[in-house]
């Protein structure tokens, strides 16, 4: 997982928490609430789990943990509904890659086909969830932008 994570979604909490758009906020927030926390267990999941199970269990908890908030917070209004369906489309393929590391590594032994599949898709499906967060203020822009326009031909 990339460091990093948490940290680049900070303009966009700001953005949203100045410009008062509480869905995206919310959105953003928690994101990077469960990326700092999957930062943090990092390395104590590393040290403490020498038979490399329990990690991928953990981050595919995290996952449907995050797609089962967003769900319920998507449902109750509290973040937006096409967010919220976005969100869980792209990281509904990750639990199932952790759980298959691990069926892979310890009861098929194709680490070959597993780590590639693994190295290569979890960081595109953590890259689309970011920007994900930043797409309300693409909207935002746009809308603006259609506000002046319509100004101007009036």
């Known amino acids: ?79 937006h509904m096409w967010q919220s369906i976005a969100g869980q489309l792209i990281v509904v393929a990750a639990p199932f890659l952790q759980l298959w590391r691990v069926a892979d590594r310890h009861l098929w032994d194709l680490t070959f086909n597993s780590a590639y599949l693994y190295k290569t898709l979890l960081p595109i499906i953590n890259s689309a969830t970011l920007i994900l967060c930043y797409l309300p203020i693409l909207f935002w822009l746009q809308a603006r932008r259609n506000k002046t326009a319509a100004r101007t031909l009036s």
């Open 1 to 79: 997982m990339n460091n990093g994570s948490a940290a680049v979604l900070v303009p966009a909490i700001v953005f949203f928490w100045l410009s008062k758009e509480r869905k995206a906020l919310r959105f953003a927030l928690l994101t990077a609430g469960f990326f700092l926390f999957g930062i943090l267990i990092h390395d104590m999941l590393h040290d403490h789990d020498t038979e490399k199970v329990w990690r991928y269990v953990v981050w595919a908890s995290n996952d449907i943990i995050w797609m089962a908030i967003i769900a319920y917070w998507g449902i109750r209004g509290k973040v």
